[in-house]
């Protein structure tokens, strides 16, 4: 979609991402168990859009318009309607239009793109929002749940884990088509919780992970699938966390920044947007992630640039071959060499192309919803230079976000500026 209207992200607050292995989540093992609780749903919502109207200085009273990712609030926390939940986070946006938009784990995403497609349109002063709370179920009952994002008639019997079945599935394929193996794909893990280290909002900020262990299956990240055909290619260091949390953020026309007192140094501008959709009922080419392929070519070419301009990135890495398929559909890397980027130490912090400097999904946690609006502001504080630990030496001034819903089914991709 093309229009004469600029769009700007101005800010928002990301709450911590946790879960099991986190200090601060309760569980049955925590010595806190019993005395207090997890944040719940309503919790995280209200937190994060009060959090993103505080940090942006924007009365809640200004916003015309919301949206909120989230993809199984029914199922984890047996709520749904939450657009409503929006309005219940601030008394000034009771009336305000306000949907829920989901598209697995690009929900997120499209809450983002729904915003832009309304400044675009007319608007001038939005509010989006992604959340989502998954440590309430069982790791096996949740997977169950989650299995929703695939074909489920057709998939959901591969493994108790249908999504780790299915990036296994791919594992094995580009293992066997390119010659590479468990050793080089750790880089990615290894990268992740690196970088998590360094994030105080990340699910895994206390964890290590050294490449012996990334490397090599063992008791200390096991494989776990009980299919046989994709069980070796699968470990506990390649997946992303079970993480509950959210994010929310201001994105705003050229007239809403001036309205609201704000100027482009305040800013980053999204200077294009795609979103692409694929088959569900149809699975291509393992070693290949067309839809995101697609939509990194719409959106470089409605840029007007390349995969060479891009200084940060953020993707999706629901699993290490995921961040490692990203980097080639992404063009960052010819078909194969993805995990050479990483072995070579070119997308860390201190690289010629930092991704995911915040730990990724692996590292920093995936809280379904709240991963695609994460991703935006992550761009937007290292741009800023608000990244702390994990600033990048030079401040980018191009920078690309990827979400991806499912094995590959819906895409949002954007490229920014820094003002």
Not at 262 to 273: F, G, N, P, R, S
Not at 385 to 402: E, F, I, N, R, W
């Amino acid at each position: 979609m093309s229009s004469n209207r600029r769009v700007f992200v101005i800010g928002g607050h990301t709450t911590p991402f946790i879960g099991k292995k986190h200090p601060d989540f309760v569980w049955k093992g925590h010595p806190d168990f019993g005395k207090r609780e997890n944040p719940t749903l309503e919790d995280y919502i209200t937190t994060a859009v009060n959090g993103a109207l505080d940090a942006t200085g924007v009365e809640a009273a200004a916003v015309e318009k919301a949206w909120i990712g989230n993809f199984v609030g029914e199922l984890f926390s047996n709520q749904g309607h939450l657009g409503a939940a929006v309005v219940g986070a601030h008394p000034d946006l009771l009336y305000k239009p306000v949907m829920r938009v989901e598209g697995a784990c690009a929900s997120g995403g499209l809450a983002f793109a729904s915003a832009v497609d309304a400044i675009r349109a007319g608007n001038d002063v939005t509010l989006v929002v992604g959340a989502e709370v998954q440590t309430t179920a069982s790791a096996r009952q949740g997977g169950d749940f989650l299995a929703r994002a695939s074909h489920y008639a057709r998939q959901r019997s591969l493994d108790d884990f249908t999504f780790p079945a299915l990036f296994g599935w791919r594992t094995k394929h580009y293992f066997a088509k390119f010659g590479i193996t468990e050793e080089d794909i750790a880089y990615f893990a290894v990268k992740a919780y690196k970088n998590a280290n360094r994030n105080p909002l990340a699910h895994m900020k206390n964890v290590k992970m050294d490449f012996e262990t990334a490397a090599h299956a063992g008791d200390r990240n096991p494989t776990f699938l009980s299919n046989e055909e994709f069980h070796p290619f699968i470990k506990m260091s390649d997946c992303s966390q079970v993480s509950d949390g959210a994010s929310a953020m201001i994105v705003v026309s050229e007239a809403g920044l001036k309205a609201l007192g704000k100027t482009e140094a305040d800013a980053i501008e999204v200077v294009a947007l795609a979103h692409t959709t694929g088959n569900l009922y149809e699975d291509g080419d393992p070693t290949v992630l067309d839809t995101t392929k697609v939509a990194a070519e719409r959106v470089y070419a409605e840029a007007g640039i390349t995969a060479k301009d891009v200084q940060v990135a953020e993707v999706h890495d629901c699993f290490t071959i995921t961040e490692c398929l990203m980097y080639e559909a992404l063009g960052f890397a010819d078909a194969g060499h993805g995990a050479a980027l990483a072995k070579e130490g070119r997308t860390d912090i201190d690289g010629d192309i930092p991704v995911n400097t915040g730990g990724g999904l692996v590292g920093f946690g995936h809280p379904v919803g709240a991963t695609g609006v994460k991703q935006v502001l992550e761009v937007y504080r290292q741009m800023k230079g608000l990244c702390g630990d994990y600033q990048m030496p030079k401040q980018p001034s191009v920078g690309l976000t990827a979400n991806m819903g499912g094995n590959d089914k819906t895409v949002v991709a954007a490229v920014y500026r820094n003002l």
